[in-house]
């Protein structure tokens, strides 16, 4: 599937399928959710991504995971919004304002007002130019501190990693084994 020369889909294997970026944020969203069992994401996800819940359920799981990729076999979904060093650099949730502002200011497209496949959106969300604040935002979230020579520069990333730090969600125990890690 080439977005330049094909026609965006919404269908997967014959099953109609919900395409809306909003869908596919509120996936992420639920993939990031700590608080429901395996179960009931795979249940949330089909009622997003499904009027009726279809009957061949691997399929339209597949096609979710499909949906969400942008049709890309080697997808990278379990990287979620990780960086390389992989740190989480944004957050649907978290960031919304700044990512609103962003496609606002570089596109003109105000995402409250509009329709669009979440393919087109994840395209323009992964060409949002270095100019605008939510860029720079995941830059400063994403840089590694250590290679950074100059000690005023690394002051300053370090400054703005605190400022732009998303919240940290993992659990007392998840700290403590990240901690004793650390350690070793």
């Known amino acids: 599937m080439n977005i330049l020369v094909d026609k965006l889909p919404n269908e997967y294997e ?6 809306d970026f909003r869908t596919s944020i509120l996936f992420e969203l639920l993939m990031q959710e700590r608080n429901l ?4 994401k795979i249940s949330l996800s089909l009622r997003l991504y499904y ?3 279809p009957l061949d359920i691997k399929t339209a799981l ?6 969400y990729s942008c049709g890309k076999e080697d997808n990278n979904i379990k990287k979620g919004n990780k960086g390389n ?3 989480q650099i944004y957050s649907f949730e978290y960031d919304a304002n700044y990512i609103y502002s962003a496609f606002l200011e570089q596109y003109g497209i105000d995402l409250n007002e509009t329709n669009m496949h ?6 323009l969300f992964n060409g949002l130019n270095e100019n605008v604040l939510f860029s720079k935002i995941m ?3 994403s840089v590694n501190l250590d290679s950074i020579k100059d000690e005023e520069q690394k002051k300053y990333y370090k400054k ?4 732009y730090a998303l919240p940290d969600n993992r659990s007392k125990e998840e700290k403590e084994e990240d901690f004793a890690n650390a350690l070793v």
């Open 51 to 53: 009027n009726e819940i």
């Open 118 to 123: 979440w393919w087109k959106f994840r395209a």
């Open 85 to 87: 060093n992989s740190k």
């Open 62 to 67: 597949n096609g979710i995971l499909w949906l």
């Open 139 to 141: 830059s400063y979230r």
């Open 37 to 40: 069992t395996p179960q009931d």
């Open 160 to 163: 703005m990693k605190k400022v």
């Open 14 to 19: 014959g099953l109609k399928i919900n395409t």
